[in-house]
């Protein structure tokens, strides 16, 4: 087995056993980041750090709970984009991804800008196996927001599944270069 078809393995573990976290995918680039010519612990910082959910892990009790309130919260507010990106999160992670998908969609519909609900839309679509259309939410999501680097990490880990080693290196250049110029920025604010 090469160097490569190891990280592979280990982003298709990544998405099998997603938790909303991307501890697995950054321990996996990390570990084999060498495949990529990869310098230094940027990277493997930024991979480790760029989680923007951070949850614990949350019962199926407690995620159908959060779905009443959210659909509760959307009778009465239905323009409300944040509601329906949580609804879409909590139905992803009951495995309800028809459901989840069609929640993402109504965010998307009312702010087609919105980086974070492409995000989420990304990561619905890499649940039901469609990785060419999660990579074509997560390609659009960029045009939104180009310093995601949460989404440049998936996109890269879209092409290794996809068995496109180059264009992962290459996007994983972009995630290096952005980490460098935060880390810049932090360090230059006062």
Partial sequence: MTQYDKIKEFVEEYFRSDDGRHGPLAEAITDYKDIFGLEGDLLGEAL????ERKNEYIN?????ESLDIWESHLRMFPVDV???RAKAIDLMLLDRYSESLEAIARAISLNPNDGEA?????RVLIKMNRHVEAL???EQGITVDPNCI???LEISAVYILL???EEA???????DRLVKHEECVQKNDY
């Fill in 163 to 165: 068995g496109m080693k």
């Fill in 48 to 51: 480790l750090n760029s989680d």
């Fill in 169 to 175: 290196s290459a996007v994983l250049d972009i995630v």
């Fill in 136 to 138: 074509k939410a997560y």
């Fill in 150 to 152: 949460s989404i440049w």
């Fill in 82 to 84: 944040q509601v329906w």
């Fill in 118 to 122: 492409l995000y989420i839309k990304g």
């Fill in 60 to 64: 199926k009790e407690s995620l159908l």
